[in-house]
């Protein structure tokens, strides 16, 4: 018996050691430490640009009117008619990507800022703040200061405002790093952006603070004056090329992800359909860029907005050309000049430059179509500059240009801008209707909200079904606090 | 149930010495049961000698004896019989049945086999025999029923999954099936099905436990608490499958057995469908032509006008010509296209021995192919196993091999993906409108009409097309068995060191066709889009090993007093490796290769390695045979837990008394608790990082991107403090036998609490996780199981058996961490699944239509469809009421008649099926009002003041086909798409003949008998579900996530077949 015992005795050390059960990590896995920034700042990236060119600009280009749910299927409707729930994948696909990429993002900026790395810290800035500001414009109060950390797990919502300030004071931060001093890796090919160009970053940065003054002009008149006028008067370098993800192929899941997710992922390509908004305005103004975002060289018929009941044949309706090489843009040089005209004729800073901006924007996105926009813009062009109008005609010549710039994959930024401006104007009779004027806003026909336009996107399940401290969900008829 | 215990015939047929005496001759006879049923060996001894023989298959014997012997004759679980030798040279004798049933052993821990009365918890034991009554590819469908507290799903598919849940779910992990062990080593039952529980493409592979051979069954026995599986550790935390497999008998010449059968497949259940409104959309036939014009039918639901009968045009127009056809019902269009399946079985046994050793060598061949035309759900089985012992004076070797290969084709299911391997024939099958021959579409090569260009619909694709294009196979080469050495260390301490094996080999080849619409083509013209086809190539290697080592100790402390004692360690080791690669966008056509893409392949490679090693100890302590005291103790060590909680210690404790034993009754009671443990899965304790992928709604963006690759931090977050997740189980019950056993009866009743039950936490989306693994859930399980079993009749010539089980588990979340009400387990198309306090583990939830307080539906005043709740409500649990079986077993002479019916009450699940034939028109529900204009009734329109008025909005022909479609109707997922799961089953027949030697004699044969056979021959559902068999599943595994529902399952079929078994 004693045999048996020690036997068994010996059995028993020999297993509970310890190295001998330390086993237990992937062997085939990296570990969040060993992400160096340039391997982790690609996949950050296109995480904003996932979200913001597939879900984002789905819903954005529906709700700014470019398109409308095509009468032949069916996968946008509740986008169409204001029906998206708070676990709709379309919509609650974006607020999950965001944090995961935010996740990546705010991993670089930690690590950044505790090694001193003032490019890396910039960059990571730059992304943190420019998705967290769409975050926060389609959903209001959203986690910020306590996302996307490890420690906790129930991340508390901050006021809408006050993410507002903070972007605002994180960009600061960042630009008041001192660039030549950053210690250790340099950004280059892993930056997808700029190639690891940093006065670009510098100017990314300029514009988007730029973009999120000017977002509370209504709201906060005084902040926006104030922080826009430091920002043009401080002669801050804004952006002069796009920030854009380029480099995207036709292959599947590397391309253009609006491309990607509408034409190549589903079972049909013919779900968006131009919406009789943004086609008729175009065919009112005959603007050659009708046909290269819509099928049918203007002969076929446009969808009003949310009329997929339509008893005519699906196939009489212009459908909307998408490329799987079309960049994302984060913010692309028109839409920095057209900011820039705005700014300027708003606060009166230089206001002469106002025009030369305004048309540089419009030939701008002219020239990305592979047209010529001059003639569009030149004297009793369809798109002249007011120069002798108003300030609302001014506003409401840049607002709209800037909408149709926004095509394709940039509506969600044309919906809050026509929040913030009302510019294109709301039609107060269906499109349907003889007296309807081309280009304004129309409710959709299956339209739940009565008269009433979405205001915001609802909070999905899987925050506030998991986070105590989520708040009640807020309907989506009220609006953003921006939006007065 | 029986075990037979041979080997004390064994030891007397190799002592046996026959006297040759002047006065002897030679004594023959029958020995049989009280219903007069032979019984093969059977022990007759002459009183006082040490000559003895034993009967053979037919229950007869042949001795030799002087006149005024006595002759003994006794068998397990009789009554022992004397008979004194008489001027006759022929004595047949009746045994009758033994209440007490003494020698009833089962097989638990390490193979030891122990006296059921000693066991103070429940265990069932189910003959080998009884498996295989009815011949079946899978030796756990028959289980089912026959084992209280035993939850078997296992749709009658080739190849697919079995699931077995004992006394309840356990856990929302992968880990609530039981543990298998064969002949003492724990195997591999791990499923080989699609890890998705999404809606897009999956298929059922099966589990790793369908390699094992129904005909090597010896017996099953299943341990279903906590105590029972206390030596096994964790792994058996949710019970224990004990399969031992047949074994040679020493001193016998060797026997040959041949099972053969063959078996017919029809399809079972298919969707109960509308029967009036064929082809169209909104009312109408024809739908937008190629050209925009009005004319070609060209849509995949049954939206169309009611049936007129006329002579029409439909399809597209090729080459300007359009099919023609009566517009007409077709009754059974769905239930044609399946064909007539077949299962050959043939299995070849030989077996003996010579003294001191013994064999046994089986191989069984099977070959089937389903309902599904082509072979696309064809399976090749072939399994050889060698069981072999030889024993010396002190010192005894066993050793026990088992091969087996396996050649699947799986018929995928769920949504299917035309950006990769294409559609699921499911899927497009349920789209085909009612009145379109679904058989003449078979010819896609030379019809024009029926391939994918001119297909009459561009919105599903042609079945046929589909299922002979899109495919998957999946491959298993299969080792597992073991070596085991005792050694008597003295005459009553053994040791025992036991090695076994279970190695895996398998892949998986799946492929999807590319569709390139002609340009200028009807659907190149309609929009349909392209499939761009791929390839998807995986490789497995699992390798486990378990070693284990034991001292049992058996001892007579006095009179009164037994003691045996157990003391044993062990270590596992298990490895994995898998290699994934696949491809899409395929440029040659029909080339299936990865080869064959200019896109960057997505791969995928892990390897995986965990470690457990254990000490445990077992102590029982007997009085008078009465009384049985039981303690073991059981120390884990594991390499999925963080070092400084990878250690864990759980005792079990039990009592058994048994309290009534005569010639005519019996009755034991019992009574224990035990801890179980339970480990955390591989690699939950650190964070990782993967290759980077943006998520973007319906595609992603990939890496390598731009000539860079990228990683991120993986959505799982890695928990340190993960701790062991404890069990605490109480059990009481008893078994009886009454009256002669006419009457018997085992009844329990458990409780089980689990604290801390290691889950996947799902985390806020603003942490930037998705899931942390941790102690989150306690739940608790409680019911109750009943076996009875009665004889109602019983003549010499006939007996009626009638067993009914019967079980109720209970099951209940009783805390989540806090300030959490619910986790979401599984969920698709706006419908969750949930689990919330209070609540058993798996509730549904959705957005049901709006009810005012008044109880009327608040609907849209535009268009009268019903408004939806803001919140999710809920919809029901997937958990039974009860689950029951009823097995009747009639004998007259040699024939034998016996039947099962399974009765599972209660649950809901998740029907996709039932969404899809919404969307379609397909379903009953669709022909509501005739689909005229109707008012949703009892419906009003919210004032906005906090009043009502009546609803006056019909809704319209348009609409009603919107109504039962999402889109429109958005509460009607939660109304119709979760269903009743409740179903009574006629899950076998058999009639089996047992030719007696009168007839066999001469012919060389032991024994031959012949038996005709049906499966799943009836299936009765509530008119809830008329859509399909509630067991059939689109997800193998033992996951919680596989109660959610079906996603374009796959039919069940239904079998009719005939087995022929001999032997010489």
């Known amino acids: 018996m004693k045999k048996v015992i020690l036997t068994l005795v010996i059995f028993a050390m020999l297993f509970s050691c310890d190295s001998q059960l330390d086993i237990n990590r992937n062997p085939d896995d990296l570990t969040p430490d060993d992400l160096a920034f340039a391997v982790e700042l690609p996949g950050s990236i296109t995480a904003v640009a996932g979200v913001q060119g597939a879900y984002w600009a789905i819903i954005g280009g529906i709700w700014s009117q470019m398109w409308s749910q095509s009468p032949g299927s069916s996968q946008y409707r509740i986008v169409d008619n204001y029906t998206l729930g708070t676990t709709d994948a379309i919509s609650t696909g974006g607020w999950l990507n965001a944090y995961d990429g935010l996740a990546d993002i705010r991993n670089i900026k930690r690590k950044a800022l505790a090694s001193e790395n003032w490019n890396y810290y910039l960059i990571s800035t730059v992304l943190e703040t420019y998705l967290s500001q769409m975050l926060t414009d389609w959903y209001g109060d959203i986690p910020y200061s306590e996302a996307n950390d490890r420690l906790i797990f129930q991340p508390h919502f901050d006021d809408a405002q006050d993410v507002y300030d903070a972007l605002v004071r994180d960009l600061d931060d960042a630009l008041g790093r001192n660039l030549s001093t950053s210690v250790g890796d340099v950004p280059g090919v892993d930056d997808l952006v700029f190639g690891g160009d940093m006065p670009s970053w510098v100017k990314f940065a300029n514009t988007l603070k730029l973009k999120i003054f000017l977002r509370q002009t209504e709201a906060r008149p005084a902040v926006a004056q104030a922080g826009i006028t430091a920002l043009l008067n401080s002669n801050a370098p804004l952006l002069d090329i796009d920030a854009s993800l380029t480099g995207f192929v036709d292959a599947p899941n590397l391309s253009n992800p609006l491309y990607e997710s509408d034409k190549r992922q589903l079972n049909t390509s013919l779900n968006l359909r131009a919406s009789t908004t943004m086609y008729s305005y175009l065919a009112d103004n005959s603007d050659a860029r009708q046909n290269l975002f819509y099928t049918g060289n203007g002969l076929l018929n446009s969808v009003d907005q949310g009329d997929y009941n339509n008893p005519a044949g699906p196939n009489t309706f212009a459908v909307s050309i998408l490329s799987p090489t079309t960049p994302v843009y984060f913010i692309s040089l028109e839409e920095s000049l057209f900011m820039q005209a705005e700014a300027r004729e708003r606060y009166s800073i230089n206001a002469a430059a106002a025009k030369a901006l305004y048309d540089a924007a419009v030939i701008e996105n002219f020239n990305k179509w592979g047209l010529n926009g001059a003639s569009y813009v030149a004297a009793s062009g369809v798109y002249e500059y007011p120069s002798a109008g108003t300030f609302s005609d001014k506003l409401k010549a840049i607002i709209t240009q800037k909408w149709v710039a926004s095509y394709p994959g940039n509506g969600a930024e044309a919906f809050f801008e026509w929040q913030r401006t009302g510019i294109p104007a709301t039609s107060s009779v269906p499109q349907s209707d003889a007296s309807y004027v081309p280009g304004e806003f129309a409710v959709s026909v299956n339209g739940v909200l009565g008269t009433g336009f979405p205001q915001r996107l609802l909070y999905p399940t899987g925050e506030t079904a998991r986070n105590l401290n989520a708040p009640a969900v807020v309907p989506i008829t009220t609006p953003i606090w921006w939006n007065q | ?1064």
């Open chain 2, 1 to 1064: 149930m029986k075990v037979k215990n041979y080997y004390s015939l064994l030891v007397l047929l190799m002592f046996g010495i026959t006297s040759v005496l002047a006065q002897e001759k030679t004594i023959s006879g029958i020995i049989s049961d009280s219903s007069g049923i032979p019984l093969p060996g059977a022990t007759v001894l002459v009183k006082g000698t040490s000559t003895g023989t034993s009967t053979d298959f037919d229950g007869k014997y042949s001795i030799k004896a002087n006149q005024g012997a006595i002759l003994v004759i006794s068998f397990v679980g009789y009554n022992t019989q004397e008979v004194r030798v008489e001027s006759s040279k022929t004595i047949n004798l009746q045994l009758s049945e033994n209440a007490q049933a003494l020698e009833e052993v089962v097989v638990t821990a390490f193979g030891k086999t122990k006296q059921k009365r000693s066991l103070g918890y429940a265990a069932t034991s189910v003959s080998g025999e009884k498996l295989t009554e009815v011949s079946t590819l899978n030796p756990f469908e028959s289980l089912s029923g026959k084992v209280a507290g035993l939850d078997i799903t296992s749709p009658n598919q080739p190849g697919a999954s079995t699931k077995i849940i004992l006394r309840g779910f356990s856990s929302t992990r992968a880990v609530n099936g039981p543990l298998y062990v064969i002949d003492g080593t724990p195997i591999s039952s791990a499923s080989n099905s699609s890890s998705s529980t999404g809606v897009g493409r999956s298929f059922d592979g099966g589990t790793n436990i369908n390699d094992l051979d129904a005909n090597n069954i010896e017996s099953i026995n299943v341990l279903k608490g906590g105590a029972a599986t206390a030596l096994y550790g964790s792994r058996a935390s949710s019970g224990a499958i004990i399969i031992t497999t047949k074994k040679g008998r020493s001193g016998e010449k060797v026997k040959v057995e041949i099972n053969s059968s063959l078996d017919f497949l029809e399809v079972a259940r298919i969707p109960h469908l509308q029967q009036k409104f064929g082809q169209g959309w909104n009312g109408v036939d024809y739908s937008g032509l190629p050209a925009g014009g009005i004319g070609a039918t060209n849509e995949n639901g049954s939206w169309g006008p009611a049936f007129n009968g006329q002579l029409r045009v439909w399809g597209q127009i090729v080459d300007n010509a359009q099919q023609t056809k009566l517009y007409s019902n077709l009754e059974d269009n769905i239930k044609d296209f399946y064909d007539i399946g077949h299962t050959y079985t043939n299995s070849v046994r030989l077996s003996g021995g010579s003294n001191n050793s013994d064999f046994s060598l089986i191989f069984t061949k099977i070959d089937t192919d389903g309902i599904i035309p082509t072979d696309a759900d064809a399976l090749n089985r072939n399994t050889l196993s060698l069981n072999t012992g030889i024993s010396g004076e002190k010192f005894r070797l066993r050793v026990n091999g088992n091969y087996a290969q396996t050649r699947q084709n799986a018929v995928n299911t769920g949504q299917g993906n035309n950006a990769g391997e294409g559609e699921t024939f499911m899927q497009e099958l349920l789209q085909i409108p009612r009145g379109v021959s679904v058989v003449d579409l078979a010819d896609y090569k030379t019809n024009p009409f029926n391939n994918n260009d001119n297909f009459y619909t561009p919105y599903s694709r042609n079945p046929y097309w589909v299922i002979n294009e899109n495919k998957t196979n999946l491959s298993r080469e299969r080792f597992y068995g073991n070596i085991n050495l005792s050694y008597d260390l003295s005459t009553n301490l053994v040791g025992t060191l036991q090695v076994g094996a279970d190695i895996l080999n398998g892949g998986r080849h799946s492929h999807g066709a590319v569709i390139n619409y002609t340009p200028g083509s009807p659907n190149a013209l309609l929009g349909g889009t392209n499939n761009v086809g791929g390839v998807t190539e995986t490789t497995n290697q699992n390798k486990f090993y378990e070693s284990f080592l034991t001292f049992d100790y058996n001892t007579a402390l006095n009179e009164n007093f037994g003691l045996e004692a157990q003391l044993g360690g062990s270590m596992s080791n298990n490895y994995g490796s898998r290699l994934f690669v696949s491809v899409t966008n395929l440029d040659i056509p029909n080339f299936y290769e990865i080869s064959n893409s200019a896109v960057t392949p997505n791969t995928a490679q892990q390897n995986t390695h965990s470690k457990r090693y254990s000490t445990f100890g077992a102590l029982t302590l007997s009085y008078k045979e009465r009384i049985y005291l039981n303690l073991t103790g059981r120390n884990e060590w594991v390499s999925t837990l963080a070092i400084g909680k990878n250690s864990f210690f759980y005792p079990a404790a039990n009592l058994s008394a048994v309290v009534l034993d005569n010639s005519k009754h019996f009755l034991k009671v019992r009574g224990g608790y035990a801890s179980l443990a339970n480990a955390p899965g591989l690699y939950s304790t650190e964070s990782s990082a993967l290759p980077a992928i943006a998520g973007a709604y319906f595609g992603t963006i990939n890496f390598p991107f731009n000539g860079i690759n990228s990683f991120e931090i993986a959505r799982e977050l890695g928990n340190i403090n993960i701790e062991p997740e404890y069990t605490d189980e109480y059990e009481i019950g008893f078994e009886g036998r009454f009256f002669n056993n006419r009457i018997n009866a085992d009844v329990a009743y458990y409780h089980k609490t689990t604290d801390g039950s290691i889950i996947n936490l799902l985390l806020p989306n603003s942490t930037g996780y998705g899931s942390v693994v941790g102690n989150y859930l306690d739940l608790e399980n409680k019911g109750v199981e009943v076996a009875l079993g009665f004889v109602p009749l019983k003549t010499d010539n006939f007996s009626w058996n009638l067993d009914w089980t019967f079980a109720k588990n209970k099951n209940k979340v009783t805390s989540l961490p806090e300030g959490i009400d619910e986790l979401t387990i599984n969920g698709a198309f706006n419908i969750n699944f949930k689990a919330v306090v209070g609540e058993p583990l798996g509730v549904f939830y959705g957005r049901t239509p709006l009810i005012n307080d008044a109880g009327q539906t608040v609907v849209d005043a535009n268009t009268g469809i019903p408004l939806q709740t803001t919140d999710e409500q809920a919809l029901g649990n997937s958990q039974r009421d009860f689950v029951m079986g009823l097995q009747n077993t009639l004998k007259y002479k040699n024939f034998r008649l016996s039947f099962a019916f399974d009765w599972k009450e209660g649950g809901q699940m998740y029907s996709y099926t039932s969404r899809l034939l919404g969307f379609t028109g397909g379903s009953i529900l669709t022909t509501y009002n005739n689909r005229n204009p109707f008012i949703v009734p009892n419906s009003v329109n919210d004032n906005g003041d906090g009043t009502y008025s009546e609803n006056t909005t019909p809704i319209d022909y348009n609409s009603i086909t919107g109504y039962y479609s999402s889109t429109n109707n958005p509460s009607t997922e939660a109304y119709n798409h979760v269903i009743d799961k409740t179903f009574i089953r006629l899950r076998d027949l058999s009639v089996s003949y047992n030719f007696p030697e009168s007839l066999i004699g001469k012919s060389g044969l032991n024994s031959l008998s012949i038996s005709l056979y049906g499966r799943n021959l009836m299936l009765w559902t509530p008119k809830g579900n008329p859509y399909v068999d509630p067991e059939v599943t689109s997800y193998g595994g033992n996951d919680l996530t596989t109660e959610f529902g079906e996603f374009s399952a796959n039919p069940a079929q239904r079998t009719y077949g005939m087995a022929l078994k001999m032997s010489f």
